[in-house]
T-cell receptor, first 110, second 114 residues
Framework: AQSVTQPDIHITVSEGASLELRCNYS??????LFWYVQSPGQGLQLLLK??????LVQGIKGFEAEFKRSQSSFNLRKPSVHWSDAAEYFC????????FGPGTRLSVLP | EAQVTQNPRYLITVTGKKLTVTCSQN?????MSWYRQDPGLGLRQIYY???????DKGDVPEGYKVSRKEKRNFPLILESPSPNQTSLYFC?????????????FGSGTRLTVV
């Protein structure tokens, strides 16, 4: 069975600082990988996805993620965080079915 | 506008009183799914549907029912709600379960069972 872990429950960064959110998965093969963002009171919005090819993928809102097969990781990054990035972020994996991680809540200090 | 519409957005009900949360999509998606979101647990799949009249259990189906009589609608039914079903519920749809476009989510239904 596949699983997804997001080691950080809550992260706080200052506006303008860089950001990295961690995601690790467990699956026997290379799954499809996704990052979703959930703003307060909203549904989930797809930020980016990886299926194959270039291991560095670009998404919306200036986010990018890097797939590292050797580490079974798919970490999300942004070089400069904006206050509007405060939200909850979910890593998701599709192998045999669609599984979400527990989420990381991002707070941004002015 | 392509979207998944859930209703109601907020619902407070009493234990044992049957309720239905509606979900409708306008993208002609074949795959639809229900999730519940609880703090620290992320999203857990309740039921999913591969197409009309084809439904199957997800990870946490106990206490829920679904139906898929037409492609656009996928209601979630709680026959006898209990307090442990207090949660935030999301409906999602996609062309297929492994769609490269990911899933489109509704805005959520916050259910409180007292």
């Amino acid at each position: 069975a596949q699983s997804v872990t997001q080691p950080d429950i809550h992260i706080t960064v200052s506006e303008g600082a860089s950001l990295e959110l961690r995601c690790n998965y467990s699956y026997g093969a290379t799954p499809y990988l996704f990052w979703y963002v959930q703003s307060p009171g909203q549904g989930l919005q797809l930020l980016l996805k990886y299926f194959s090819g270039d291991t560095l993928v670009q998404g919306i809102k200036g986010f990018e993620a890097e797939f590292k097969r050797s580490q079974s990781s798919f970490n999300l990054r942004k070089p400069s965080v904006h206050w509007s990035d405060a939200a909850e972020y979910f890593c998701a994996v599709y192998g045999q079915n669609f599984v979400f991680g527990p989420g990381t809540r991002l707070s941004v200090l002015p | 506008e392509a979207q998944v519409t859930q209703n109601p957005r907020y619902l407070i009900t009493v234990t044992g009183k049957k309720l239905t949360v509606t979900c409708s999509q306008n993208m002609n998606h074949e795959y639809m799914s229900w999730y519940r979101q609880d703090p620290g647990l992320g999203l857990r799949q309740i039921y999913y549907s591969m197409n009309v009249e084809v439904t199957d259990k997800g990870d946490v189906p106990e206490g829920y029912k679904v139906s898929r009589k037409e492609k656009r609608n996928f209601p979630l039914i709680l026959e006898s709600p209990s307090p442990n079903q207090t949660s935030l519920y999301f409906c999602a749809s996609s062309l297929s379960p492994d769609s490269i476009y990911g899933y489109t989510f509704g805005s959520g239904t916050r259910l409180t069972v007292v």
